[in-house]
């Protein structure tokens, strides 16, 4: 068995124990939050709503995902992709670490303090302190230099086995980084050209599409960003772990380029509701987010597919049979297909936030906080946390313990009943009209107001049991650390069908970003032009 790399070990660990421990601190301010809207608590003055929102929304959305994504993608470009990382590739990783490390402690520093209340889309014109914009750049800055680490790494590869197809593995993290690069030009763009010069007052105001425009250009394939890791555990990882095989290795990289072409021209579908883009373009971009929910479609036939072949190669009969032959008791595999599971409804939600008229309904409610909580607070989330039973022994030298599995399944379980009650909550106050992004308010005592009251009760408790899931997974990673000592395996899934040739035109890099590029030109080029032309600027403003 093909032991990690120690070295490698230490930048992959240091991502790991940095996204932990931003999701403890996003997890009390989540936990706070959750309690004052459900009307459970009251802050003291000194502490505000916004103010612990805003923490909540950038450690876990931003923080927890970005630093567990870059950890992960390098073990995975360690272990495939040559056996340890290439020195200049793991010095990328450490600057890029470095760099997005020293960014979130003033960006956490500057939100604690009070001069960045702005949530974690920081939508102008709510203006915030400069170095809060300066932070995130230097977030942004660093995720780069970690991407180009993983691509230094892959060249290498490719060079010395000219003609071989790439690890799987290693082309679904080149993906995944490459969706990263073309998507966070956006939010930079905002970031320096926008936001820092006016927040700095250099200048007097804001065009505030453009910005939020510029701000869901990268948006949206943000959330793809963190959708494909879990991608490549459910592709790569779960059929080894299952004692299964990858369905098909050309469809899953199909998948993943699909992604590439399609997440990014699609930020209008989150601006449906917003004046100042015309409604052409709004439904050409809504007919690309209907072409990204094929990728995802195409993963659930071959999720399916694989445990399916298991099922059949085990004697099970019938539709569902396979569901007898899975290993129900590891959590390396219960996690993630928990996360599969609820991302049934979870993307059911999705489609029906991309359908013009029915986001004239949710949008801007309860029920797009409840679909994000699905999506990546769950189906997201559970992988990740499936990932690390595996993923911290292999690469400490250690071995899980079976006391360490069973927590592991308690805190799949509990994660499931709090999101349960909290996001399922939140989607039936939504669709009765609860808005999102407000504090505790019965509009004084307005009827409809008052309905909404059990819902956001339950979701407090939700919120509640979700934090226990918190405490317990952060409890499961520091007892993963202590271990004991031993060899786990890096657990690599390998096709159903060696014979299947992989198509080569798969890894024509240059073909599959100039159709990105002339997607994103095409759906992006006459709004932006618009917006430009557009005089209408606001000063900004400190709402809290
Ligand atoms: Fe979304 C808003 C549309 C997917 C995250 N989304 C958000 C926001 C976030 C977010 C964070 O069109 C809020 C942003 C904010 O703060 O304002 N979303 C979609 C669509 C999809 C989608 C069409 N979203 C995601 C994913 C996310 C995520 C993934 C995070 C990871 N979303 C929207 C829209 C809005 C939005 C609008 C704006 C709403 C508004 O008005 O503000 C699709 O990609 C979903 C496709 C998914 C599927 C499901 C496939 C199922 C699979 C599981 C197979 C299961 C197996 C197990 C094999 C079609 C792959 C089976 C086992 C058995 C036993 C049966």
């Known amino acids: 068995m093909k032991t990690f790399d120690r070295k490698d070990g230490r930048l992959v660990m240091a991502h790991i124990l940095f996204a932990f421990a931003a999701l403890l601190i996003g997890g009390i301010a989540g936990a706070l939050q959750g309690m004052v809207r459900g009307g459970v608590v009251t802050l003291p003055a000194n502490i505000g709503y916004y103010e612990l929102l805003t923490a909540h929304g950038v450690l876990m959305a931003l923080i927890f995902t970005t630093y567990f994504i870059i950890g992960f993608l390098y073990s995975g470009a360690s272990h495939t992709l040559g056996g340890s990382l290439l020195p200049a590739a793991k010095k990328l990783g450490w600057y890029g670490c470095l760099m997005m490390s020293v960014g979130t402690v003033i960006g956490v520093v500057v939100i604690l303090l009070g001069k960045a209340t702005v949530l974690y889309t920081f939508y102008a014109p709510m203006k915030a302190s400069p170095w ?306 407000t504090a505790y308010t019965t509009y004084n005592d307005h009827p409809d107001a008052i309905l909404w009251m059990p819902y956001e009760t339950a979701m407090a408790i939700g919120g509640i049991i979700l934090f226990v899931g918190v405490l317990l997974i952060v409890w499961n990673v520091i007892s993963l650390m202590r271990a004991p000592k031993g060899v786990t395996e890096y657990p690599i899934g390998e096709p159903a069908d060696k014979s299947e040739t992989t198509p080569r035109f798969l890894e024509r890099w240059g073909l599959w970003l100039g159709i990105a590029v002339a997607l994103i030109v095409f759906a992006y080029t006459v709004p932006l032009i618009d917006m430009l032309n557009n005089t209408v600027t606001s000063p900004g403003y400190v709402t809290w």
């Open 132 to 437: 809060f914009y300066i932070a995130l750049a230097l977030v942004v800055i660093g995720s780069w230099l970690s991407g180009y680490g993983i691509f230094y790494q892959y060249r290498k590869w490719k060079k010395g086995n000219a003609g071989k197809p790439s690890p799987l593995f290693g082309y679904m993290a080149v993906v995944t980084m490459l969706l990263w690069q073309v998507a966070t030009i956006g939010v930079a763009i905002e970031v320096v050209v926008q936001l820092i010069p006016w927040s700095f007052g250099w200048v007097d105001r804001i065009n505030v599409v453009l910005s939020r425009t510029l701000f869901w250009y990268f948006g949206h394939p943000l959330v793809y960003f963190w959708l494909l890791p879990a991608y490549i555990c459910w592709y790569v990882i779960i059929p080894k772990i299952i004692g299964g095989r990858i369905f098909s290795d050309a469809l899953a990289r199909l998948s993943f380029m699909l992604f590439l072409l399609f997440s990014i021209p699609v930020g209008f579908h989150h601006q449906l509701m917003e004046p100042g883009i015309s409604s052409f373009w709004k439904f050409a971009q809504v007919v690309l987010t209907f072409m990204v929910i094929v990728p995802s479609l195409m993963t659930a036939f071959s999720m399916f597919a694989t445990f399916e072949m298991l099922g059949r190669s085990k004697g099970a009969k019938g539709l569902f049979g396979w569901l007898k032959v899975l290993p129900w008791k590891d959590v390396r595999f219960f996690a993630p297909f928990m996360g599969m599971l609820i991302f049934i409804p979870a993307g059911a939600g999705g489609v029906i936030n991309a359908s013009a008229q029915m986001n004239a309904v949710v949008h801007n409610t309860l029920w797009v906080t409840g679909h994000f909580h699905l999506t990546v607070a769950t189906s997201v989330a559970l992988t990740f946390f499936g990932i690390i039973y595996w993923l911290i022994p292999a690469v400490t030298g250690r071995v899980l313990t079976p006391a360490m599995n069973r927590r592991g399944i308690v805190q799949t379980i509990v994660w499931c009943v709090g999101m349960f009650l909290m996001s399922g909550s939140m989607h039936t106050v939504g669709l009765m009209g609860s808005p999102r992004r």
